[in-house]
Nanobody, 125 residues
Framework: QVQLVDAGGGLVQAGGSLRLSCAAPGRTFSNYFMGWFRQAPGKEREFVAAINWSGGSIYYAESVKGRFTISRDNAKNTVYLQMNSLKPEDTAVYYC??????????????????WGRGTQVTVSS
């Protein structure tokens, strides 16, 4: 198990930007495949983005392609989600997730065994 601490959410106007971070203190962070998911009220938790241990493989949901960027700094045990051109439909609680080793099912919640507590992102129109 790895503890994940996600942060950086807030209230922003449509068109604005936010950067989320997810820290995993005290672990060999580079062994973990990392993902971001989000859950809007009354909806299922959905995949947003994922990144492998080296950052060489990156995946995005179609709804965020071209607007969001996932990255990681293994020296700081941290993964980031830069969110630009935010829309009201991006409003959700965003969760960081981790799994030991790689996966091809990066879009599936069941592929991840470790989750952060979530950080609220609210985009006003």
């Amino acid at each position: 198990q790895v503890q994940l601490v996600d942060a950086g959410g807030g209230l922003v106007q449509a068109g604005g930007s936010l950067r989320l971070s997810c820290a995993a203190p005290g672990r060999t962070f580079s062994n973990y495949f990392m993902g971001w998911f989000r859950q809007a009220p009354g909806k299922e938790r959905e995949f947003v983005a994922a990144i492998n241990w080296s950052g060489g493989s990156i995946y995005y949901a179609e709804s965020v392609k071209g607007r969001f960027t996932i990255s990681r700094d293994n020296a700081k045990n941290t993964v980031y989600l830069q969110m630009n051109s935010l829309k009201p439909e991006d409003t959700a609680v965003y969760y960081c997730a981790a799994r030991y080793g790689s996966t091809t099912y990066y879009y599936n919640r069941a592929s991840y065994s470790n989750w952060g507590r979530g950080t609220q992102v609210t985009v006003s129109s």
